[in-house]
């Protein structure tokens, strides 16, 4: 399997920035670690293993980026408007610096970002927000409202990273326009705690003409990377 590590600095975010790609070719894929994780993440938990056979023939290619999560939403040192501000920052970095990257090593117009628990609110986030350069998104045990992590603050840039806000209000048929021609999937299962803020964004989707599948698996520890294993091989 084709493995690369990059590792530039980010003059967006102020300091290196790490990640890894696996693969050589086929759909290129964003993948978000979960809350605090790390690029190597999705290769330690085995996932990237899993993918093996997909990988090799060239049908997947996966782009797993750092997180800053500590440093953004979990960071109590900071006041909470720096929080919002510093995740800012890295969508800029992901934007200005990741995706170039990924159009660079692989010609493919079409491109998925995909994360498990924190992870799929990064990737739905993203995919929501930049529907001309993400044309799909993968999110599993997903949460879309962050804001319990800045203390009653809001701010423009909190509405804007909320989907749960922004998308109820979104009339741009800009966005409807791609949104119409893209594929989002929002996996869950009944005992997963995220389950409840996928039926509420599933609603606003719906209620928005938004095409998408929300998947409820019936299973037990579905917040877990077991069963997040079986979704991938279910949905990619």
Same mark, same amino acid.
């Given at each position: 399997m084709n493995r690369e590590f990059h590792k530039w600095y980010s003059p967006r975010l102020g300091r290196e920035m790490e990640l890894l790609v696996f693969g050589h070719a086929g759909l290129p894929i964003m993948v978000f670690p979960t809350s605090g994780g790390r690029f190597f993440e999705f290769e330690d938990r085995g996932l990237v293993a899993s993918l093996a056979s997909k990988i090799d023939a060239g049908q997947l290619q996966l782009y797993c980026v750092d997180s800053i999560d500590m440093e953004s939403w979990y960071n109590r040192s900071v006041p909470p408007r720096w929080r919002i501000a510093r995740h800012v920052q890295y969508e800029d970095y992901l934007m200005s610096e990741v995706v170039p990257l @990924?159009?660079? &090593?692989?010609?493919?117009?079409?491109?998925?970002? @995909?994360? +498990?628990?924190?992870?799929? #609110?990064?990737?739905?986030?993203?995919? #929501? %927000?930049?529907?001309?350069?993400?044309?799909? !998104?993968? $999110? @599993? $045990?997903?949460?879309?409202? @962050?804001?319990? #992590?800045?203390?009653?603050?809001?701010?423009?840039?909190?509405?804007? /990273?909320?989907?749960?806000?922004? !998308?109820?209000?979104?009339?741009?048929? *800009?966005?409807?326009? %791609?949104?119409?021609? /893209?594929?989002?999937? !929002?996996?869950?299962?009944?005992?997963?705690? +995220?389950?409840?803020?996928?039926?509420?964004?599933?609603?606003? !989707?719906?209620? &928005?003409?938004?095409?998408? &599948?929300? #998947?409820? *698996?019936?299973?037990? /520890?579905s917040h877990d990377w077991p069963t997040w294993e079986r979704m991938l091989h279910t949905y990619l």
């Open positions: @990924m159009r660079l &090593k692989n010609q493919n117009p079409l491109r998925v970002a @995909m994360g +498990c628990s924190f992870g799929g #609110f990064h990737a739905a986030n993203i995919a #929501f %927000r930049h529907p001309d350069q993400f044309t799909g !998104l993968l $999110s @599993m $045990s997903g949460a879309f409202d @962050m804001t319990r #992590f800045l203390n009653g603050h809001h701010d423009t840039d909190v509405y804007f /990273n909320t989907p749960t806000q922004y !998308l109820p209000n979104l009339s741009d048929p *800009w966005y409807f326009d %791609r949104y119409r021609h /893209n594929n989002y999937v !929002l996996a869950t299962g009944w005992d997963d705690q +995220c389950l409840g803020q996928n039926q509420h964004l599933d609603r606003i !989707l719906s209620q &928005k003409g938004i095409p998408h &599948k929300l #998947f409820i *698996w019936d299973t037990w /520890n």
